[in-house]
C-alpha cells in the first residue's frame, strides 16, 4: 500500500492510517470540508460546520394504464378469481427488550455513556465522541478531537442535552485526552473490559458520530492485534501506537467513540481508519481502537495528577528505515534502562515479548503498550534474550524517533540514526 507521501507503506500488519475525526474550516468549504489529499484520510475526529440533515428518498414508480382511449386510470392486479391482491401486515407488538450478548444488548447498555464532542478551533471547529467514565462527567476521547482547541468544548449526552467542558489532561502519544464537564452529575458511566481478553473474530460494536449522526451504532469483528498505527498529530508530529483493528465500519466523527463487546464493556477507543485514497475518506473495514487495557491506565493517571506516563527504554533508531526483519538500535542512551539491560548500538530487536518486530516503528508501538515499572522480554536477532525493566517519564509529546519529546513538525520519521522514542535522557 501507499503512505500519505506517495512512496510504498509498510510491511504487511502496520496501518499508516489517519485519524477518523474531521476538520472543516470556517467558510468556503463543503459541509464536510475539500476532498483529502492521499490515500490516508482523517478517520475518527471530524471538524464540522453546521450540521446537514441526511435525508433518504424513497422514490416509487407507478405505471398508469391506459385503456381504449378511455383515459388514465389507476388498476389493482387482480388474482384468476377476480378478487384485489390483499397486503399483509403483521400486528403490532410491543418491542422486547434487547437480549443480553446480542448487539441491540450492546448498543443499549452503551449508548447512554457514549458522548458527542465539539470543539472550537482558530479556523472552524472540529467534531468527535467520547465516553463517560463518572457519574460527575469525565470523559475519555481521542487528543487529536480536542487539540487544537482554542475556546468553547461542548459535549452532548445520549440525552441531547449539551454542557461545557474543559480538558483535564492529555497523553500525545497514546493519542488520548481526558475531559471534564460542568454542572452535571448522575451520568451513567461506561463498563471497562480487558482488551487481553478478546480473541480475533470476536464480534465488536462501534457507537459514536460519524458525519455528525450521533448515536450511530455499526458492528463487526475484532481483526487483528499488535497493528502499528502511525498518525499525524495536530502539530504535523507523528504519532505511533499499537492499536487493535477491526472491520466495524468507522468514520470522520467517530474518534474518541466506545468500540464495545456484546456486554456493552468498552474493550477500545476508536481512533484510525485506513482509507482507499484517491479522496475518499470513508471506512473500507479497516479501523483501529486503542485497547482499553492501555488507555485505563493512561485516563486514570490523568484523572490522579493531570499528567500520564511512557515508558522509557532508552535507544534510538530510524523509523523510516528496515528490512523487515527487526528494529535496529542506533544508539543507546547511558544510563537508561536499556543501558542496564546491556543493549548496545547495532543490536537488533525482533520481538517484545510475544509480540513481533519488524522495524522501529513497531518497536515503538510495542514498547508503548506497557506501563512504566513493566517488565519485558527483548530477543535479538543473533537468537539472544534480554530482560529489561522499563523507566518512566511524563507523557508530555509524541513518541517518534525523531525525539521523545519533539513536537517539531513534518519528517517524523526521517532523521537517520536520530531520536529517542522511549524518553531515556529527555
Same mark, same amino acid.
Given at each position: 500500500?501507499?503512505?500519505?507521501?506517495?512512496?510504498?507503506?509498510?510491511?504487511?500488519?502496520?496501518?499508516?492510517?489517519?485519524?477518523? *475525526?474531521?476538520?472543516?474550516?470556517?467558510?468556503?468549504?463543503?459541509?464536510?470540508?475539500?476532498?483529502?489529499?492521499?490515500?490516508?484520510?482523517?478517520? /475518527?475526529?471530524?471538524?464540522?460546520?453546521?450540521?446537514?440533515?441526511?435525508?433518504?428518498?424513497?422514490?416509487?414508480?407507478?405505471?398508469?394504464?391506459? @385503456?381504449?382511449?378511455?383515459?388514465?386510470?389507476?388498476?389493482?392486479?387482480?388474482?384468476?378469481?377476480?378478487?384485489?391482491?390483499?397486503?399483509?401486515?403483521?400486528?403490532?407488538?410491543?418491542?422486547?427488550? +434487547?437480549?443480553?450478548?446480542? %448487539?441491540? #444488548?450492546?448498543?443499549?447498555?452503551?449508548?447512554?455513556?457514549?458522548?458527542?464532542?465539539?470543539? =472550537?478551533?482558530?479556523?472552524?471547529?472540529?467534531?468527535?465522541?467520547?465516553?463517560?467514565?463518572?457519574?460527575?462527567?469525565? %470523559?475519555?476521547?481521542?487528543?487529536?478531537?480536542?487539540?487544537?482547541?482554542?475556546?468553547?468544548?461542548?459535549?452532548?449526552?445520549?440525552?441531547?442535552?449539551?454542557? /461545557?467542558?474543559?480538558?483535564?489532561?492529555?497523553?500525545?502519544?497514546?493519542?488520548?485526552?481526558?475531559?471534564?464537564?460542568?454542572? !452535571?452529575?448522575?451520568?451513567? /458511566?461506561?463498563?471497562?473490559?480487558?482488551?487481553?481478553?478478546?480473541?480475533?473474530?470476536?464480534?465488536?460494536?462501534?457507537?459514536?458520530?460519524?458525519?455528525?449522526?450521533? &448515536?450511530? !451504532?455499526?458492528?463487526?469483528?475484532?481483526?487483528?492485534?499488535?497493528?502499528?498505527?502511525? !498518525?499525524? #498529530?495536530?502539530?504535523?508530529?507523528?504519532?505511533?501506537?499499537?492499536?487493535?483493528?477491526?472491520?466495524?465500519?468507522?468514520?470522520? *466523527?467517530?474518534? @474518541?467513540?466506545?468500540?464495545?463487546?456484546?456486554? *456493552?464493556?468498552? %474493550?477500545?477507543?476508536?481512533?484510525?481508519?485506513?482509507?482507499? #485514497?484517491?479522496?475518499?475518506?470513508?471506512?473500507?473495514?479497516?479501523?483501529? +481502537?486503542?485497547?482499553?487495557?492501555?488507555?485505563?491506565?493512561?485516563?486514570?493517571?490523568?484523572?490522579?495528577?493531570?499528567? $500520564?506516563?511512557?515508558?522509557?527504554?532508552?535507544?534510538? &533508531?530510524?523509523?523510516?528505515?528496515?528490512?523487515?526483519?527487526?528494529?535496529?538500535?542506533?544508539?543507546?542512551?547511558? #544510563?537508561?534502562? $536499556?543501558?542496564? $539491560?546491556?543493549?548496545?548500538?547495532?543490536? %537488533?530487536? =525482533?520481538?517484545?515479548?510475544?509480540?513481533?518486530?519488524?522495524?522501529?516503528?513497531?518497536?515503538?508501538?510495542?514498547?508503548?503498550?506497557?506501563?512504566?515499572?513493566?517488565?519485558?522480554?527483548?530477543?535479538?536477532?543473533?537468537?539472544?534474550?534480554?530482560?529489561?525493566?522499563?523507566?518512566?517519564?511524563?507523557?508530555?509529546?509524541?513518541?517518534?524517533?525523531?525525539?521523545?519529546?519533539?513536537?517539531?513538525?513534518?519528517?517524523?520519521?526521517?532523521?537517520?540514526?536520530?531520536?529517542?522514542?522511549?524518553?531515556?535522557?529527555?
Amino acid at each position: 500500500m501507499d503512505d500519505e507521501h506517495g512512496g510504498q507503506g509498510r510491511h504487511p500488519g502496520t496501518a499508516t492510517s489517519m485519524h477518523p *475525526g474531521s476538520s472543516q474550516p470556517a467558510g468556503g468549504h463543503p459541509p464536510y470540508g475539500p476532498p483529502p489529499q492521499g490515500p490516508y484520510a482523517p478517520a /475518527p475526529e471530524r471538524r464540522r460546520q453546521p450540521r446537514m440533515l441526511a435525508t433518504v428518498t424513497v422514490a416509487a414508480v407507478v405505471s398508469a394504464l391506459v @385503456g381504449g382511449g378511455a383515459g388514465v386510470g389507476a388498476y389493482a392486479l387482480l388474482d384468476d378469481d377476480g378478487t384485489g391482491t390483499q397486503l399483509v401486515t403483521a400486528p403490532s407488538t410491543p418491542a422486547a427488550a +434487547a437480549e443480553p450478548g446480542t %448487539v441491540a #444488548g450492546a448498543a443499549a447498555i452503551a449508548t447512554p455513556s457514549t458522548v458527542d464532542i465539539q470543539v =472550537t478551533l482558530a479556523q472552524g471547529s472540529a467534531e468527535g465522541s467520547g465516553v463517560v467514565l463518572s457519574a460527575d462527567g469525565a %470523559v475519555l476521547t481521542n487528543n487529536h478531537v480536542v487539540a487544537g482547541s482554542t475556546g468553547e468544548i461542548t459535549v452532548t449526552l445520549a440525552d441531547g442535552s449539551e454542557h /461545557p467542558a474543559t480538558v483535564v489532561g492529555a497523553a500525545p502519544s497514546y493519542d488520548l485526552a481526558v475531559l471534564q464537564m460542568q454542572g !452535571v452529575s448522575g451520568l451513567t /458511566p461506561a463498563v471497562l473490559g480487558n482488551s487481553a481478553d478478546l480473541q480475533v473474530g470476536q464480534q465488536v460494536v462501534a457507537i459514536g458520530s460519524p458525519r455528525g449522526l450521533t &448515536g450511530t !451504532v455499526t458492528t463487526g469483528i475484532v481483526s487483528a492485534f499488535d497493528r502499528t498505527v502511525t !498518525v499525524q #498529530g495536530e502539530d504535523g508530529s507523528a504519532v505511533v501506537y499499537n492499536g487493535l483493528q477491526t472491520d466495524a465500519p468507522i468514520n470522520q *466523527g467517530n474518534s @474518541g467513540g466506545p468500540l464495545v463487546d456484546l456486554q *456493552g464493556r468498552v %474493550v477500545g477507543i476508536n481512533s484510525a481508519i485506513e482509507t482507499a #485514497g484517491g479522496g475518499s475518506s470513508g471506512s473500507i473495514g479497516l479501523g483501529f +481502537a486503542i485497547p482499553v487495557d492501555q488507555a485505563e491506565r493512561v485516563a486514570q493517571e490523568i484523572l490522579d495528577s493531570g499528567t $500520564a506516563s511512557k515508558p522509557v527504554l532508552g535507544v534510538q &533508531g530510524n523509523a523510516a528505515a528496515g528490512t523487515g526483519e527487526g528494529a535496529q538500535i542506533g544508539a543507546v542512551t547511558e #544510563g537508561s534502562p $536499556a543501558a542496564s $539491560a546491556g543493549l548496545v548500538a547495532g543490536d %537488533v530487536v =525482533t520481538r517484545v515479548d510475544d509480540s513481533r518486530v519488524q522495524d522501529f516503528a513497531d518497536l515503538i508501538a510495542r514498547i508503548g503498550s506497557y506501563a512504566p515499572g513493566d517488565d519485558v522480554t527483548l530477543t535479538l536477532g543473533d537468537g539472544r534474550t534480554v530482560e529489561v525493566t522499563l523507566g518512566s517519564i511524563p507523557d508530555e509529546a509524541a513518541s517518534t524517533s525523531s525525539g521523545g519529546q519533539t513536537r517539531q513538525p513534518p519528517n517524523p520519521f526521517g532523521i537517520p540514526g536520530g531520536g529517542n522514542p522511549f524518553g531515556g535522557g529527555n
